[in-house]
């Protein structure tokens, strides 16, 4: 017989994340780096009781908002490379609705995160509880339905022993390098309080290794083939480098064959910025080096990326009529974007692979030396905008120099929205693999200081710097406070622009007035001074404002030295961004307007759009 173990619902399922396990460096760790909760009715009696057994095993962490908390968890899933990751449970309603928008950043980052939200009785004789939405037609619908959308994986768990296949299920996804990304088991109520005899080897140890496929023989051979009759080939190295963990093998492939390598924002630090042939930031907030190769290239190995519209120019910028694109992912959907030569594998397996293949083939030396060059070019330009200044507003890259020369290229930077993301993808000078940390997939304002959290608890050892702007600070900063309270030190650098500075930009790019962006610009009766060092300091960091670059490089002399979470804050140039570098974005202008701006902006963006190349 069976042997069985009586246990709630709740229980079963804390029981159970305890109990997996992978292995890392040839060390057995549990693979859930622990459970994210903020509680209220429909988690705190039944998943809150059964967190409180296990918490040695399973650490519980409470956080202030329950978006940033699974920010937290999922910024930590990526910073382990999607080796180990985290759970985020909350109470019913808006506690778990908090958690959508950040259900949708793993979603499009293809990252692993497990949400155990609350969800209304299943035996629906209380209803309408409290916090609780009556559909009309459908008895069956729950404000939970909404992580429908943006989950891999969801179930509701409506009877005990669902849980079961839906835990298998759930590991399953998790741990898939292809399927990745976020689950959702949205527990009813009063069935996380249910009892029910679970089989006891439920909760046997179980160890998950990433699943690294190999190349299919046919598509080898037929990217070998473009590979080897391409003059002018290039690398796009995307995040999946990094999630494959597979640096090495990049570097290995590309210095044999003496191709160039640009990188996406997820795929940024795949080689460090000194490496020769890593021409850097490629597309939208791209470096002249690797954008002026796109465009001429004629076989572009796309490696672990989305292809997604800041990488391609919004698909303008391989402007080569002959081109032939190589996805290599383990994802089919990504590998065969735009009539590309899929190469579905592992990145590590392909790149060995292709290596082997490859062996002794060469790109002809003059497109090699080309980008060397290009390279060189490139780090002056660079080396300009990010020089020290006197201004009273510097400008973002100008602060950026700053941060590099103070904290080197040894420190885990961190950054999701605003203006920072393109001046730091073209000018940040990463150095390990994973030691630039953008969320660009989904840009999502308020990731960053809840990220960097994340970001920490996977390395704690290492110094985490968060770029924020003034806009998304004001949106989502309270886990400051939880950084001081577990001890997990951020250095925040906090660009003041007075607004949301890029929207600002791009609104005159694209003919608007100067309308509702910049604070000054907005319907006010009192233009707000937000004192920001005072607020980071009432949440219990050390926080000083500073008035210079100078006064700022000094300043993170001293956060470095600190052990707690710091708040550096400096007033910034709105209107300036690094015009060096970077491609054309589709970004759709009014066709009609009373705005002579905009019909001038709408007629340049007419000549764009024509040049597109399929
Ligand atoms: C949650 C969310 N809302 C809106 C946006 C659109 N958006 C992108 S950047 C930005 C302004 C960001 O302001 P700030 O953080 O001050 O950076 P700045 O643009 O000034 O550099 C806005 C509104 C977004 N990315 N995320
Ligand atoms: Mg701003």
Same mark, same amino acid.
């Given at each position: ?66 978006? $940033? ?19 985020? %449970? ?75 296949? $839906? ?18 088991? @949205? ?93 850097? $930031?490629?597309?939208? %907030? ?108 510097? @400008? ?219």
């Amino acid at each position: 017989m069976t042997k069985t173990v009586r246990l709630t619902m709740a229980q079963a399922v804390t029981r159970f994340l305890s109990r997996q396990m992978t292995e890392i460096d040839g060390r057995r760790v549990p693979i859930f780096g622990g459970v994210w909760a903020i509680f209220g009715h429909g988690n705190v009696a039944g998943v809150g009781e059964a967190l409180y057994p296990v918490r040695d095993e399973l650490p519980t962490f409470r956080a202030h908002n329950e978006q $940033a908390m699974a920010h937290a968890a999922i910024a930590y899933a990526k910073a382990n490379f999607r080796r180990r990751f985290m759970a985020a %449970t909350s109470s019913i309603g808006p506690g778990a609705l908090n958690m959508v928008t950040a259900a949708a950043l793993a979603h499009v980052n293809r990252l692993p995160v497990l949400f155990l939200p609350g969800d209304v009785f299943a035996n629906r004789l209380p209803d309408p509880v409290l916090q609780q939405a009556e559909d009309f037609s459908d008895g069956t619908a729950s404000v939970n339905d909404c992580f429908r959308a943006v989950s891999r994986y969801f179930d509701r768990i409506t009877r005990p022993e669902q849980i079961i296949p $839906a835990l298998n299920r759930a590991m399953q996804v998790l741990t898939d390098p292809a399927e990745c990304g976020p689950v959702t088991l @949205s527990l009813c109520q009063d069935v996380q309080a249910e009892a029910y005899d679970y089989p006891e080897s439920l909760f046997a140890e179980r160890v998950w290794m990433p699943r690294r496929v190999r190349p299919d023989r046919n598509e080898l051979a037929a990217a070998v083939a473009a590979l080897k009759g391409a003059k002018r080939p290039l690398v796009i190295a995307g995040g999946g480098v990094l999630y494959s963990q597979a640096s090495g093998e990049l570097a290995k492939l590309v210095q044999g064959a003496g191709i160039p390598v640009c990188e996406t924002q997820g795929g940024k630090s795949s080689l460090p910025d000194d490496h020769p042939l890593n021409m850097a $930031a490629v597309g939208v %907030t791209g470096t002249s080096a690797a954008n002026r190769l796109a465009e001429e290239a004629d076989v572009v190995l796309a490696v672990g990326t989305r292809l997604q519209d800041f990488t391609t120019g919004s698909w303008a910028l391989f402007k080569n009529a002959g081109r032939t694109i190589i996805g290599l992912n383990t994802q089919g959907f990504d590998a065969g974007k735009h009539w590309a030569l899929p190469l579905v594998a592992d990145a590590a397996e392909g790149l060995v692979e292709l290596s082997a293949a490859l062996k002794g083939w060469k790109a002809p030396p003059v497109w090699t030396d080309n980008a060397l060059k290009g390279k060189t070019e490139w780090q002056a330009a660079a080396a300009k905008v990010t020089a020290s200044t006197n201004a009273a507003y510097p @400008s973002d890259a100008q602060v950026i120099g700053a941060v590099q020369r103070a904290m080197g290229s040894g420190v885990t930077l961190l950054h999701a929205a605003g203006g920072l993301p393109g001046e730091l993808h073209k000018l940040w000078q990463a150095g390990a693999p994973g030691s630039y940390h953008a969320e660009y997939g989904f840009s999502t304002m308020g990731y960053e200081i809840a990220g960097g959290l994340g970001v920490k608890m996977a390395k704690p050892g290492e110094e985490v710097v968060v770029m924020v702007g003034d806009g998304s600070y004001l949106m989502l900063n309270s886990e400051i406070a939880t950084s001081v309270m577990l001890g997990l030190k951020l250095t925040i650098v906090l660009l003041d622009n007075r607004g949301y500075g890029c929207i600002n930009r791009l609104q005159m790019a694209t003919g608007g007035a100067n309308f509702n962006n910049l604070l000054k610009d907005s319907r006010h009766e009192v233009m707000p001074d937000v004192d920001f060092a005072a607020h980071a300091a009432s949440l219990g960091a050390t926080a000083e404002k500073v008035a210079s670059i100078a006064e700022l490089e000094t300043a993170l002399g001293r956060a470095k030295a600190n052990s707690k979470t710091t708040v550096l804050v400096i007033d910034t140039d709105p209107l300036v961004s690094t015009e060096a570098g970077g491609h054309w974005w589709d970004v759709a202008v009014p066709e009609v307007s009373a705005r002579r701006e905009v019909n001038a902006a709408r007629k340049k963006y007419e000549e764009a759009v024509g040049s597109r190349q399929g």
